[in-house]
């Protein structure tokens, strides 16, 4: 991976940023950081990682050579709170300047980051469950007084942060996310060859998502929705496509199997290629419990696949006005299977919401945007 040509990155000075997320598996936040340090490759900010799991992960070994340093270190759960001592030292032994903490490692990164004597702390909140106890809240003010930026992805979570958990307004910069609009993008061909690659018939519909198989992500959800949508008179057969891996991987696989759509489902398990999977679905579902600025989705938008989502994180905010249509509000999920339906019934209308929704992103959710951002404020301005 290289940096892109037509960024242009002009700090005051040269700046090393080091990355604090608490795994490096995979994900929308891992993906966001691999994202920025691509594209800042060639550009005066140079990048580091370090997880908090005591692992590299997937991601981190697949992207290590777009790193100054690639760590892994684990603190001691308790005493770290107080005292972050091993996260400290690893900070200094990069040498960096900024701090770029991700949803997880808050407090204790940022507590770290300033006995390492880093210059500059930023946090960005990539989302949260907004149930948050009161104990929590609290830690994240006194996280906050430590941070010289906290980031929220969402227009949504900037006034949650605000009004709820009550972080200063002075400290909050959203910066919604961004997708590679170049790697992201529709391609029949690509999409042919991942449904062969995986068994599925040419001539089958596709509903797909792709993500962690954990819980908050609700795929036993998307399950019963599939199973709604299998009862249904269809003009051709359709497939379940679940890409990513999990905790709920063999949860899941029971679920279809109670509920008799397992001959039609299809766990792929972790990709490598997620955006040949978005080109092999019609139809991208997210029913999630919660969610930030979800990059799954603008990925899948970006590939001009027909999305349908529930009403959570910034998914109304991400769709628009023009795409209202696709988003569906409450847990009325007998309502969603029927926008599931009717999405892929009408191949017209499909092909007009697969343009409206890559031409959303191209708009507003470039890769490059949320780039200069983040340098802006590596740099010391969030103008």
């Known amino acids: ?38 594209r800042l490759q060639g550009t005066p900010i140079r990048t580091s990682v370090i997880s908090l799991s005591g692992r590299t992960g997937r991601i981190g070994e697949q992207t290590r050579g777009l790193y100054e340093h690639l760590l892994a270190v684990r603190p001691a759960r308790a005493v770290s709170m107080l005292y972050p001592g091993s996260l400290a030292r690893a900070i200094a032994g990069t040498g960096a300047d900024v701090a770029h903490l991700h949803s997880g490692v808050w407090y204790k990164g940022a507590r770290a980051a300033r006995m390492a004597g880093v210059k500059r702390v930023i946090f960005t909140e990539h989302g949260r469950e907004h149930h948050d106890p009161p104990t929590a809240r609290w830690l994240d003010r006194r996280a906050a007084a430590l941070t010289d930026v906290v980031v929220p992805v969402s227009t949504r979570l900037e006034h949650y942060l605000r009004d709820r958990v009550g972080i200063p307004a002075s400290k909050l910069h959203t910066i919604e996310n961004g997708v590679d609009t170049v790697r992201f993008a529709p391609d029949a061909a690509a999409g042919a060859a991942a449904r062969a690659r995986l068994g599925i018939p040419r001539d089958a519909f596709v509903l797909g998502s792709i993500g962690r198989l954990e819980r908050v992500k609700g795929f036993d959800r998307l399950l019963e929705v599939f199973a709604l949508v299998r009862r249904a008179p269809m003009a051709l057969p359709v497939v379940l496509l679940l890409c990513g891996d999990g905790a709920e991987r063999d949860a899941l696989r029971a679920t279809s199997t109670a509920l008799g759509i397992a001959d039609g489902v299809v766990f792929a398990g972790w990709v490598d290629r997620p955006e040949d999977m978005y080109r092999a679905m019609d139809v991208f579902a997210m029913t999630s419990r919660s969610e930030g600025l979800s990059l799954s989705l603008l990925e899948a938008m970006a590939c001009g696949v027909v999305p349908v ?35 892929l019934a009408d191949r017209n209308r499909a092909v007009r919401v697969g343009e409206a929704g890559r031409r959303r992103v191209l708009e507003r959710y470039d890769l490059d945007r949320v780039a200069e951002a983040y340098a802006r404020l590596y740099a010391g301005s969030p103008d």
């Open 1 to 38: 991976m290289t940096a892109d040509s037509r960024l242009r990155i002009t700090p005051v000075a040269p700046r090393h940023v080091v990355h604090l997320v608490w795994n490096f598996d995979g994900g929308g936040l891992e993906s966001l950081v691999v994202a920025l340090a691509s």
């Open 309 to 343: 989502v529930n009403d959570v994180g910034a998914n109304a905010e991400n769709l628009g006005p023009d795409l209202a249509s696709q988003l569906v509000r409450g847990d009325d999920w007998a309502h969603f299977a029927r926008v599931v339906i009717a999405s």
